[in-house]
């Protein structure tokens, strides 16, 4: 098929409008399952629950020494990445959500 018969790509509505948490299921810390269930509590407590998801993903290439990768997407661009040693650190992360 030539390049000019491609359909165009449609911009999707999420159902998260603010944004998504980025969690790396290969790193060496804390299991990104727990974490992702920890996550949607923290969300749910805070009033993120239908704003916010949690999504486990795959290699983010930080790859850090006993820690998992977690980076918060929002829907303006704003990025923010960190390193989790312990699934209690994810209630800090959520606090400094704008």
């Known amino acids: 098929m030539p390049e000019n018969d491609r359909p165009e790509a449609i911009r999707a509505k999420t159902p998260w409008p603010r944004g998504a948490i980025l969690i790396c299921r290969t790193c060496d ?5 727990g ?3 920890r996550l949607k509590s923290l969300l749910e407590a805070a009033g993120l629950k ?4 949690p999504l486990v993903t795959s ?3 930080l790859c850090p020494r006993d820690g998992t ?6 829907a303006d661009g ?3 990445t960190y390193v ?12 400094r959500i704008p």
């Open 69 to 74: 990768a977690v980076s918060v997407v929002l």
């Open 84 to 95: 989790v040693r312990a699934e209690s650190e994810l209630d800090a992360i959520v606090a």
């Open 29 to 33: 810390g804390p299991g990104a399952k």
């Open 50 to 53: 239908k704003t916010l998801r």
């Open 59 to 61: 290699c983010q290439d």
């Open 35 to 37: 974490m992702r269930k």
């Open 78 to 80: 704003a990025l923010v």
